[in-house]
Nanobody, 127 residues
Framework: QVQLVEFGGGQVQAGDSLRLSCRAS????????MGWFRRGLGKEYDFVAA????????DYAEAVEGRFTISRDNAKNTVYLQMTSLKPEDTDVYYC????????????????????WGQGTQVTVSS
């Protein structure tokens, strides 16, 4: 099965940048949809961004579009979340997740679509 390991979280000032990384343990990463979520306040995790191994165009939550960039390096089995212009409201625990068999981008945004999850990495943005 796929194992995901996240790293790159930390504490930064508002307006600063931070890059999160998530490395998958197997080559199935190249066939999966990879997503980034954050814990949020609700029962389910909040969608942040997602990208498919086949589709080059990523999806973003409205709250982060224009500030965050998701990318993947299949050769390294790694997905990245480049976060810029960080705001205090971005403070959260961020999770990398992997999904398979998703046929539309709608399902990319749903936490329930993802089978494998990383351990989470804390991002703290100070004002």
């Amino acid at each position: 099965q796929v194992q995901l390991v996240e790293f790159g979280g930390g504490q930064v000032q508002a307006g600063d940048s931070l890059r999160l990384s998530c490395r998958a343990s197997t080559r199935t990463f190249t066939s999966d949809v990879m997503g980034w979520f954050r814990r949020g306040l609700g029962k389910e995790y909040d969608f942040v961004a997602a990208i498919s191994s086949k589709e080059g165009t990523p999806d973003y939550a409205e709250a982060v579009e224009g500030r965050f960039t998701i990318s993947r390096d299949n050769a390294k089995n790694t997905v990245y979340l480049q976060m810029t212009s960080l705001k205090p409201e971005d403070t959260d625990v961020y999770y990398c997740a992997a999904a398979t068999g998703l046929r539309s981008t709608y399902w990319y945004t749903q936490a329930g679509s993802y089978i494998f999850w990383g351990q989470g990495t804390q991002v703290t943005v100070s004002s």
